[in-house]
C-alpha cells in the first residue's frame, strides 16, 4: 500500500493559516498527510497588533485558536517551535522532534530589522506578537500610573518615542495619541505633559505612499500632539533614550521599534541564500533549486517587475500566496507538472490613524477620514470570512464600522 505524501506547513500566520485552510476546504487531506506547525496554538492578526499595543483593543480580539478555524482531524497540529530546515534530507528540526516531509511550505514569518543599530535589541519594544504588545500596554500604563507617585517628576517617563513612521509605526501613533488623553484623564496628567515622538530616517512618513494623504495623516496626528522628526536616522537607543544621528538625544523610558521587518533567520540558519532574511522564490512560489519547498508570506521575496522593486511583505500578499500555494500543493498530489504563477493583485491600501480616521487607496480612489476607516474594518471582516466564515466574523469581527 502506498504512503500518503506528507505535506508540512511551518507557521500559522496569514500565508501559513489560510493554506491550511485551502487545502483543508479542497479536500487535499484525503490525499496527503498535512500538518501545520506553530509555536503558539493561535492564529493573530498581525495587522491589528498596533490597537492592543496601545491599549485601544484586547489584545483578546486579535487571536483565534487554530483548532477553531482548522479540523484538526483533517490536519495534524503541532504546538512546537521551528529550529532548524534540513533540505537535503527533507526534515523539519523541532524543539522537541523533527518531522519529515515531501512537501514544505514556509511560513514562518517575520523579526524586527534593527539594520545594526546598537542597543535595539536591549532597550527597544517591538510590535511584533500578542506577547510583545501585551508588554507595550502595560508598560505605558505603568509610565502614567508612577508619574504622580513619583516625587520627582521625570519627564521622561511621559516621552514615547516611535522609531519608524511606516504603516506600522503611524498606525500606533494614531493609537497612542487618540488613547493619550483618556489616561491623562484616568491619572491626572495635564495633557501638554504627554510628548509623542514619530521619528523616521526617510525624507517622509509613509514612503512610497501618496503624497496627498501622507499629508493629511500627519497634519491629523500633530493635531493630537505628535511631533514628527523626519529625515532623521536614529544612531544608538539607550535605556534612557535614543540618540540621533546629528548627535542630539531625546530622553524616554519607551522606545517602541517599528522600522519594518527582514525575514526569519531560520532561513539563514538552513542554508538557504537569502537577501534580508527572505528566500527570492520562482513564479510558482517554491524556492530556487528545491521542487519540494514553497516558500510564502514575510520569508518570500518578489520583485515587482513594473519598479524593479521587491514587493511589501504585506499581509494581502500573504494571504494570496496561500492560495496559489494550495492550488500548487493540490496539482504536486494529483500528478500535475505545470504549476501556477502568482501574481499580485493588490487591491488598495489602507492606515487606520486611531478612532474613525484612516487614509487610504483603493484602485485610484483616495479615501480619507471615517471612510477610510470604515473600509479598513471591511478588509479585517473580509479576511476573517475568507478563513473562518460568518461565524469566525461574528466572532472576531469589528462591527462599529461608522
Not at 504549476?339 to 474613525?356: D, Q, Y
Request: glycine share 8%.
Amino acid at each position: 500500500m502506498n504512503r500518503k505524501p506528507k505535506i508540512v506547513i511551518l507557521g500559522a500566520g496569514y500565508g501559513g493559516i489560510m493554506t491550511a485552510s485551502r487545502l483543508q476546504k479542497s479536500g487535499a487531506y484525503q490525499d496527503a498527510e498535512i500538518t501545520l506547525v506553530n509555536k503558539h496554538n493561535y492564529h493573530y492578526q498581525t495587522t491589528w497588533l498596533h490597537e492592543p499595543a496601545a491599549g485601544t483593543l484586547h489584545h483578546d480580539r486579535t487571536r483565534m485558536r487554530i483548532d477553531s478555524v482548522i479540523d484538526t482531524n483533517k490536519i495534524h497540529f503541532v504546538k512546537e517551535s521551528v529550529v532548524e530546515i534540513k533540505k537535503d534530507e527533507k526534515k523539519v528540526i523541532l524543539s522537541n522532534g523533527e518531522l519529515e516531509y515531501d512537501y514544505l511550505v514556509v511560513g514562518l514569518g517575520s523579526e524586527p530589522e534593527t539594520f545594526g543599530i546598537p542597543g535595539v535589541e536591549e532597550h527597544a519594544f517591538s510590535i511584533r506578537s500578542v506577547n510583545s504588545v501585551r508588554l507595550i500596554r502595560e508598560h505605558i500604563e505603568y509610565m502614567f500610573a508612577s508619574y504622580n507617585n513619583s516625587e520627582e517628576k521625570h519627564d521622561d517617563a511621559l516621552t514615547f518615542i516611535v522609531a519608524g513612521a511606516g504603516f506600522t509605526g503611524i498606525e500606533f501613533v494614531g493609537e497612542l495619541s487618540e488613547r493619550v488623553p483618556e489616561l491623562c484623564e484616568e491619572y491626572d496628567i495635564p495633557r501638554e505633559k504627554v510628548k509623542i515622538y514619530s521619528v523616521e530616517a526617510a525624507p517622509t512618513a509613509l514612503p512610497g505612499f501618496d503624497e496627498e494623504l501622507v499629508t493629511y495623516a500627519m497634519n491629523l496626528l500633530e493635531s493630537r500632539g505628535v511631533e514628527f522628526l523626519i529625515s532623521t536616522p536614529i544612531q544608538e537607543v539607550k535605556a534612557d533614550g535614543v540618540i540621533l544621528n546629528d548627535g542630539s538625544e531625546i530622553k524616554s523610558r519607551t522606545i517602541v521599534w517599528t522600522t519594518g521587518v527582514r525575514g526569519n533567520s531560520i532561513l539563514d540558519k538552513s542554508g538557504f541564500e537569502t537577501m534580508r532574511g527572505r528566500i527570492k522564490v520562482e513564479k510558482d512560489l517554491r524556492a530556487p533549486g528545491h521542487d519540494d519547498i514553497f516558500v510564502i508570506g514575510d520569508c518570500a521575496l518578489i520583485i515587482n517587475e513594473e519598479i524593479n522593486r521587491p514587493y511589501p511583505p504585506t499581509a494581502q500578499i500573504a494571504i494570496q500566496q496561500a492560495y496559489t500555494c494550495a492550488n500548487n500543493l493540490k496539482a504536486l498530489l494529483a500528478g500535475k507538472e505545470k504549476l501556477e504563477e502568482f501574481k499580485p493583485a493588490i487591491k488598495g491600501t489602507v492606515a487606520s490613524l486611531g478612532g474613525k480616521e484612516a487614509i487610504g487607496l483603493v484602485g485610484d480612489k483616495k479615501l480619507f477620514g471615517a471612510s477610510a476607516s470604515a473600509m479598513k474594518k471591511v478588509i479585517d471582516n473580509k479576511y476573517l470570512y475568507q478563513l473562518g466564515g460568518m461565524p469566525l466574523v461574528l466572532k472576531k469581527g469589528k462591527f462599529n464600522i461608522f
